[in-house]
């Protein structure tokens, strides 16, 4: 059983009592929005965080998924990744080959990592100049009210603070307007070098997913969604606002515990 709606500023909410039922529908919402994006484009470029995201999306790995999708047209890239080697246990590369790209008939290269032998300054430059030349070539689309890339699907996490990405609550990299990809030395969250995509280049995506579970994340739920609490305007899950795409929250019962309305039936 899920409860959904879609709320005033567009965005809709999808809350599932049990695991299994979000994992099921985020892989025929991902199933899906892949079929349209080939069909349009041929291609279908979508960008992964690291986290549970990874596991919550497995579904897609069986039946009828893993036989049904047109793999060989998905372009991966990371919304985030840490500044460690590949096979790192930290590594947000690592979490999705073993749990995602290993299991499916991805072609390895349509798969975008960020440079791991340099600075976290020189990652973030290089994988920005990745994407240009993608965005060049129509691999990436690019968004009509700006320069900025138009990724068919973001696919986001967030953490009990609120943060997505790498951009986390009161960091000057919320204020970044001109970058596509960024970095930071000094994450509050190990390991601390990172690279991330802006909030320009998240909010001019075609789709956003925001999956979120777990009693630990409800009141950073309620917050960015419910638009209360003093933290709210300045949350970066809140100011995931697409400007011409559609934005959905994937949320198990647990993580919208607190949100207005959000009531299962006993």
Known sequence: ???????????????????????????????????ASVKERGVFAVALSGGSLISLMGKLCEAPYSKTVDWAKWYIFWVDERVVAKNHADSNYKLAK?????????????????????????????????????????????????????????LLGMGPDGHVASLFPNHSILDE?????????????????????????INSASNVAIVVTGSSKAEAVHSAIDGV??????????????????????????????????????
């Open 1 to 35: 059983m899920a409860l959904s709606w879609a709320n005033k500023d567009g965005r809709e909410v999808r809350i599932y009592e049990y695991l299994d039922e979000l994992s099921t529908d985020l892989a025929d919402y991902i199933a899906e929005l892949s079929e």
């Open 98 to 154: 073993d749990g995602l790209l290993s299991k499916v008939p991805i072609v390895p290269s349509h798969v975008h990592s960020i440079n791991d032998t340099v600075s976290a300054e020189k990652a973030a430059e290089d994988y920005e100049f990745v994407i240009r030349q993608l965005v060049r070539t129509r691999v990436i689309s690019v968004s009509d009210i700006s320069d900025c890339p138009k990724f068919d699907l973001i």
């Open 177 to 201: 307007k001109e970058e596509w990809v960024t970095f930071l030395t000094d994450s509050p969250k190990p390991p601390p070098e990172r690279i991330t995509f802006t909030l320009p280049v």
């Open 229 to 266: 609490g003093p933290d709210c305007p300045t949350l970066p899950a809140k100011m995931v606002q697409p400007s011409k795409g559609n934005l959905v929250w994937f949320l198990d019962k647990a993580a919208a515990s607190k949100l207005d309305g959000a009531k299962f039936s006993e």
